[in-house]
């Protein structure tokens, strides 16, 4: 399917974009209960016809879903327990813990042990059958995923690399040696895993019956320290121990002076070429199984990509090196795969905008971005192409009123003038640009909905510590914004809800 063919993309619409673990309520982290739920009729109100999240996989400790420890499977952690008590496979608990985050992380998977015992006692002969599919059907990638999460648990959570050589080097005999061994916790993966993606299908089928789309988000890279790097390693540029011989990143930005150095193994595109790029063909197919449209992080990767020395400590000493980007997007073409849509932003080049235009994918226009004096920034919301996805500002932006009060006088006067604003009441005007634009969708960070300032941003990129772990609540929505959002929508033309 062609992005242009995507319903998503069929017509105008406004969306909200809040990762599933800011949602408010439940123990450590929003996940798939109710509170998704009350989220979905929250966006249909406000005429709001999309939900973008980050990626819903198993971040390592820094919490980023942008490491995370399989491209396929979800994070348990956005299991919905109380769904799990409403099934009777477990016992309902009045006090959950709700601090510190590593009491909380372990009570929750304490919890998902105890619902895969009740599940065995008591669920009907179709739901184990279900289960038995589940894992029939997942086989590719769900063993190895199994195996790879039993033997973190046996190394002390090591990454692979520090294994014992016959487990890291995947050892035929002493792998099967260890899947009998590690079976009560490879079967409790299993049914996490079973569970998670049984309830994302009915959040997804709810959030359809609502007229509300899933907008996914897909990292171009893999973390090092994950199931795929160790089950696949003749596709990464790797050392005979599985360390990176060279590691992703961007050179200095508009975040940071150093470059970013993410520390990702790069992909040894020759051996996925000659295999007809069916691992990124899989990856893709995945993934919008679960959403209806997804983001490629850094698109421009695709095109050419930053190389670094896993020796350096910084990204100023790396290189531009070009990838088959065009001979992926033709493979995934034919095949009807393009429900995507490009973050085109950092250093994009001729090229990357080519490779982005040539296959019809929408993207991104940041208004951040946009207010540098120069009536040509790209931006800017009078220089935006209907074919392209409008935000106030990203997870990796500061809030829009953060932002906003970081500026000085005479770019806050540049803002108001152009806006049309007296500015007292940001972020809202920048919202009401964001929806007005010309670009087909338009997102707005839930924490521009809620007016929040910098203290309530997602990500500062750069930086490891104190990210991903922002939550709203309902008692922040301002009053009638509801009301302020559908009128928006309806008056330019994105009320698809409505119609």
Same mark, same amino acid.
């Given at each position: 399917?062609?992005?242009?063919?995507?319903?998503?993309?069929?017509? +105008?619409?406004?969306?909200?974009?809040?990762?599933?673990?800011?949602?408010?309520?439940?123990?450590?982290?929003?996940?798939?209960?109710?509170?998704?739920?009350?989220?979905?009729?929250?966006?249909?109100?406000?005429?709001?016809?999309?939900?973008?999240?980050?990626?819903?996989?198993?971040?390592?400790?820094?919490?980023?879903?942008?490491?995370?420890?399989?491209?396929?499977?979800?994070?348990?952690?956005?299991?919905?327990?109380?769904?799990?008590?409403?099934?009777?496979?477990?016992?309902?608990?009045?006090?959950?813990?709700?601090?510190?985050?590593?009491?909380?992380?372990?009570?929750?998977?304490? +919890?998902?042990?105890?619902?895969?015992?009740?599940?065995?006692?008591?669920?009907?002969?179709?739901?184990?059958?279900?289960?038995?599919?589940?894992?029939?059907?997942?086989?590719?990638?769900?063993?190895?995923?199994?195996?790879?999460?039993?033997?973190?648990?046996?190394?002390?959570?090591?990454?692979?690399?520090?294994?014992?050589?016959?487990? +890291?080097?995947?050892?035929?005999?002493?792998?099967?040696?260890?899947?009998?061994?590690?079976?009560?916790?490879?079967?409790?993966?299993?049914?996490?895993?079973?569970?998670?993606?049984?309830?994302?299908?009915?959040?997804?089928?709810?959030?359809?019956?609502?007229?509300?789309?899933?907008?996914?988000?897909?990292?171009?890279?893999?973390?090092?320290?994950?199931?795929?790097?160790?089950?696949?390693?003749?596709?990464?540029?790797?050392?005979?121990?599985?360390?990176?011989?060279?590691?992703?990143?961007?050179?200095?930005?508009?975040?940071?002076?150093?470059?970013?150095?993410?520390?990702?193994?790069?992909?040894?595109?020759?051996?996925?070429?000659?295999?007809?790029?069916?691992?990124?063909?899989?990856?893709?197919?995945?993934?919008?199984?679960?959403?209806?449209?997804?983001?490629?992080?850094?698109?421009?990767?695709?095109?050419?990509?930053?190389?670094?020395?896993?020796?350096?400590?910084?990204?100023?000493?790396?290189?531009?090196?070009?990838?088959?980007?065009?001979?992926?997007?033709?493979?995934?073409?034919?095949?009807?795969?393009?429900?995507?849509?490009?973050?085109?932003?950092?250093?994009?080049?001729?090229?990357?905008?080519?490779?982005?235009?040539?296959?019809?994918?929408?993207?991104?226009?940041?208004?951040?971005?946009?207010?540098?004096?120069?009536?040509?920034?790209?931006?800017?919301?009078?220089?935006?192409?209907?074919?392209?996805?409008?935000?106030?500002?990203?997870?990796?932006?500061?809030?829009?009123?953060?932002?906003?009060?970081?500026?000085?006088?005479?770019?806050?006067?540049?803002?108001?003038?152009?806006?049309?604003?007296?500015?007292?009441? !940001?972020?809202?005007?920048?919202?009401?640009?964001?929806?007005?634009?010309?670009?087909?969708?338009?997102?707005?960070? !839930?924490?521009?909905?809620?007016?929040?300032?910098?203290?309530?941003?997602?990500?500062?990129?750069?930086?490891?510590?104190?990210?991903?772990?922002?939550?709203?609540?309902?008692?922040?929505?301002?009053?009638?914004?509801?009301?302020?959002?559908?009128?928006?929508?309806?008056?330019?033309?994105?009320?698809?809800?409505? +119609?």
């Amino acid at each position: 399917m062609k992005t242009a063919e995507n319903p998503v993309f069929q017509c +105008r619409r406004a969306g909200v974009l809040l990762h599933l673990t800011s949602l408010p309520t439940t123990p450590g982290n929003g996940d798939l209960g109710a509170q998704a739920y009350y989220f979905i009729d929250f966006l249909a109100s406000a005429g709001m016809s999309v939900w973008q999240m980050l990626p819903i996989g198993i971040p390592n400790a820094d919490l980023s879903p942008y490491q995370c420890q399989s491209i396929y499977a979800g994070n348990p952690l956005l299991i919905s327990l109380d769904k799990l008590v409403e099934k009777g496979w477990l016992a309902p608990d009045p006090t959950p813990p709700l601090s510190p985050e590593a009491e909380v992380q372990n009570y929750r998977y304490t +919890r998902l042990q105890e619902a895969w015992q009740g599940f065995q006692q008591v669920a009907t002969p179709e739901e184990k059958t279900e289960l038995a599919t589940f894992i029939k059907a997942q086989k590719a990638w769900l063993e190895d995923f199994a195996l790879f999460r039993a033997l973190k648990k046996q190394f002390n959570d090591l990454m692979w690399t520090q294994w014992q050589p016959a487990y +890291r080097d995947r050892d035929r005999q002493t792998l099967l040696k260890a899947r009998k061994e590690l079976d009560t916790d490879i079967q409790q993966y299993y049914f996490e895993q079973f569970i998670f993606f049984s309830q994302w299908q009915q959040l997804k089928h709810y959030a359809h019956q609502k007229g509300v789309f899933l907008f996914g988000d897909v990292p171009i890279f893999v973390a090092g320290d994950s199931v795929d790097v160790w089950a696949q390693r003749d596709i990464f540029l790797l050392n005979p121990d599985g360390t990176p011989t060279v590691v992703a990143g961007v050179p200095p930005d508009y975040f940071s002076e150093t470059g970013q150095l993410w520390g990702n193994p790069l992909y040894n595109w020759k051996t996925l070429q000659r295999r007809g790029f069916r691992w990124w063909i899989d990856r893709l197919t995945t993934a919008l199984q679960l959403f209806d449209v997804v983001r490629i992080d850094h698109f421009r990767g695709f095109e050419a990509y930053w190389e670094v020395a896993a020796t350096e400590e910084t990204a100023i000493n790396g290189k531009w090196v070009k990838a088959p980007g065009a001979a992926l997007f033709n493979k995934l073409q034919k095949l009807g795969s393009l429900s995507l849509v490009a973050e085109d932003l950092g250093v994009i080049t001729d090229e990357v905008e080519q490779l982005r235009d040539n296959f019809g994918l929408p993207g991104m226009k940041i208004l951040q971005f946009a207010f540098d004096n120069n009536p040509q920034n790209p931006y800017l919301p009078h220089n935006h192409t209907p074919n392209s996805v409008v935000y106030t500002g990203t997870h990796d932006n500061d809030t829009t009123l953060g932002w906003y009060q970081t500026l000085s006088d005479a770019e806050k006067q540049s803002v108001r003038t152009y806006l049309a604003s007296h500015g007292s009441n !940001m972020p809202y005007p920048l919202i009401r640009a964001a929806i007005s634009s010309v670009s087909t969708l338009a997102i707005i960070p !839930m924490q521009d909905i809620l007016g929040l300032d910098g203290e309530h941003r997602m990500n500062v990129p750069g930086t490891k510590s104190g990210n991903w772990r922002w939550r709203f609540q309902w008692e922040q929505l301002p009053p009638n914004i509801h009301e302020r959002l559908l009128h928006w929508v309806k008056l330019y033309g994105r009320d698809t809800i409505y +119609r």
